[in-house]
């Protein structure tokens, strides 16, 4: 079966940091992506990984162990406006399979 | 200019009723996708495509048809709408360069069955 997990909420307190998690459970696997959804709007692609490891983007950056099914994304300096929902998708094959995302709130 | 439009924005049906949802992208990508996105569930593949008349089953597509006429246009039909299928409707491309990893999507539609 296919599952990608995140937690519903996060709050982190501007000019901090904040790391959204997500884990998988996929009978294929290609790659990893991240988006920023903003309420009332369409997701925006962020990030794509498909190695393990750590991949810096500057103030996204975004991690990968496909052995542990489990991606992060790490927002540094975070800034009132980054305030959203992140959505974690994982590809395998032709599926794309969304996790139900996990809603940030960065208060000041 | 965006690049992936939807129409219409918003749309209220009747029970029984048939609706379309019309998307076109002028991003040239081959790949086409229908979701939906209601709370809790996050975003689910209805229908997808490869290219101008392709079209596949994604996820949940019971109680919905996809058409793709032409390389910019992929609409979703509901050809008898039940209030069950109340939801926001986000239409995607991709190409195929990209896999599957990067999708632009449009602006979504607001669907209330009554």
């Known amino acids: 079966g296919q599952g990608v997990e995140q937690p519903d909420n996060l709050m982190s307190v501007e000019g901090t940091f904040a790391r959204v998690n997500c884990t998988y459970s996929?009978?294929?696997?290609?790659?990893l992506s991240w988006y920023q959804q903003r309420e009332g709007h369409a997701p925006v692609f962020l990030s794509y990984?498909?190695?393990?490891g750590l991949k810096d983007s500057g103030h996204f950056s975004t991690f990968l162990s496909r052995s542990n099914g489990y991606s992060y994304l790490l927002l540094t300096e975070l800034q009132i406006k980054d305030s959203a929902s992140y959505l974690c998708a994982v590809t395998g094959g032709y599926k794309v399979v969304f996790g139900s995302g996990t809603r940030l709130l960065v208060s000041p | 200019e965006a690049a992936v439009t939807q129409s219409p924005r918003n749309k209220v049906a009747v029970t029984g009723g048939k609706v379309t949802l019309s998307c076109n992208q002028t991003n040239n990508h081959n790949n086409m996708y229908w979701y939906r996105q209601d709370t809790g569930h996050g975003l689910r593949l209805i229908h997808y495509s490869y290219g101008a008349g392709s079209t596949e089953k994604g996820d949940i597509p019971d109680g919905y048809k996809a058409s793709r006429p032409s390389q910019e246009n992929f609409s979703l039909i509901l050809e008898l709408a039940t209030p069950s299928q109340t939801s926001v409707y986000f239409c995607?491309?991709?190409?195929?360069?990209?896999?599957?990893?990067?999708?632009?999507f449009g602006p979504g539609t607001r669907l209330t069955v009554l």
């Open positions: 990984v498909v190695l393990d």
């Open positions: 996929t009978s294929g696997f290609n790659g």
């Open positions: 995607a491309s991709g190409d195929e360069l990209g896999g599957y990893a990067e999708q632009f």
